[in-house]
DNA sequence: ATTTAGTTTAACCGTTTGGTTAACAAAAGT
DNA sequence: ACTTTTGTTAACCAAACGGTTAAACTAAAT
């Protein structure tokens, strides 16, 4: 069975994604990758070394996507206001497209977080203490009313990001189904920024 | 080198909560944990049959302990704001106290969800729908702005545990340390109600 | 037609890993 | 005193795993 150009590469990428994603680098194997591929497990190292760097070359195709949007979203000079709706659809959009994206960093970041970082945003964070100082600066002025803007932030983050890995335990608490859930997740690009707003504002 | 009694045993599982909260199920192998633990491999297997057991004591040691604080918090008969100020308190207390529960439990729920899920509850899951209920009452009686019940517990739910599998993200991009951390982590006993409350109160 | 370069596979190899065995030491029970 | 049970170890084993090799197949280039 002779694949056209790319196509088992393609194939073990896309494998990998959702092995890796399920199952953590260390859950996988090559050997189980290479079948859910349809291919040999040899080729999995003519193509990709070997396990480190595939697992590398999975995660950054998946991250690197929306890396420029957060921290374009994070960074840009608007309202407080617009920027929150903006970064809260930029963190929900991006994960109701990858969804494993978010499991995926969290369950990895807390083994090595500066090496995981380092490769994640390669020196290149979001610069959240600009942001930080926004909120604060809103604050004094008295445009919304008083709070730790690290508070209002691990808020915001939390709200974005956190349904996706708490998935599971809230369809099978909330005998809630996928279907649900998606359309959940759909709304909180519009609810979040308002449950946000609606709490900050005067 | 003869132990008192019990004095391995402890020694073992203090050594596998240690590593299998930052290596995983998959990442922690079983001579690292004995190692740690100051023993013999064989020892490990002598007191927990294999992984998969010690595993699960090390989990289900972490797990049970709050298990009835969070269904208490959840299903007790009080007013809704004070319920809010309960539930985040079990949370952000129990998470503070054991802060490698919530990536463990996230990590490890997102490969076998319904069995882990299981083996965590054992069919005893706090009530949640009748937290929906409740909120969905208060929001027919026009006590509190309209909000979908589910929305308003993933919020709550998301705010008082993400941060704490977000932490390595935060601290290095926040260029903070781990003492402004905790001192964060305390502040949203209290600020997570307020911030819930001051978004959901006409 | 033959070479050449790229692709794919089966078989193999060395290590690591989870787990076992058998022997030994200390305590407890009689 | 001695037997039994419990705790502990070093050495070992089989399986799984990541990775390699060498050969076969394909298709385009010469």
């Given at each position: 069975m002779v694949k056209s150009k790319n196509e088992a590469e393609i194939a073990i990428l896309t494998a990998a994604k959702s092995i890796f994603s399920v199952k953590g680098k260390d859950g996988a194997t090559m050997q189980e990758i290479a079948n859910e591929a349809g291919i040999n497990k040899a080729l999995l190292h003519?193509?990709?070394?070997?396990?480190?760097?595939?697992?590398?070359?999975v995660f950054l195709d998946a991250?690197?996507?929306f890396h420029p949007i957060l921290k374009?979203?994070?960074?840009?000079e608007v309202d407080l206001y617009q920027k929150i709706h903006q970064i809260c659809e930029a963190y929900i959009t991006m994960a109701i497209?990858?969804?494993?994206?978010p499991v995926f960093v969290l369950s990895e970041v807390n083994?090595?977080?500066?090496?995981?970082?380092?490769?994640?945003f390669?020196?290149?964070?979001?610069?959240?203490p600009k942001l930080a100082a926004q909120i604060k600066r809103e604050v004094s002025l008295g445009n919304i009313k008083p709070i730790h803007p690290q508070q209002l932030i691990?808020?915001?983050m939390s709200m974005c990001v956190f349904p996706f890995v708490?998935?599971?335990?809230?369809?099978?608490?909330?005998q809630a189904d996928k279907e649900l859930f998606n359309q959940l997740m759909l709304e909180r690009i519009k609810a979040v920024p308002h449950f946000i707003i609606d709490s900050i504002k005067i």
């Amino acid at each position: 069975m002779v694949k056209s150009k790319n196509e088992a590469e393609i194939a073990i990428l896309t494998a990998a994604k959702s092995i890796f994603s399920v199952k953590g680098k260390d859950g996988a194997t090559m050997q189980e990758i290479a079948n859910e591929a349809g291919i040999n497990k040899a080729l999995l190292h003519y193509y990709f070394r070997n396990k480190d760097l595939l697992f590398e070359e999975v995660f950054l195709d998946a991250v690197k996507k929306f890396h420029p949007i957060l921290k374009n979203a994070i960074e840009q000079e608007v309202d407080l206001y617009q920027k929150i709706h903006q970064i809260c659809e930029a963190y929900i959009t991006m994960a109701i497209d990858n969804p494993f994206v978010p499991v995926f960093v969290l369950s990895e970041v807390n083994k090595q977080p500066e090496l995981f970082i380092q490769k994640m945003f390669g020196g290149d964070l979001p610069d959240f203490p600009k942001l930080a100082a926004q909120i604060k600066r809103e604050v004094s002025l008295g445009n919304i009313k008083p709070i730790h803007p690290q508070q209002l932030i691990l808020n915001m983050m939390s709200m974005c990001v956190f349904p996706f890995v708490f998935k599971p335990i809230f369809i099978i608490g909330m005998q809630a189904d996928k279907e649900l859930f998606n359309q959940l997740m759909l709304e909180r690009i519009k609810a979040v920024p308002h449950f946000i707003i609606d709490s900050i504002k005067i």
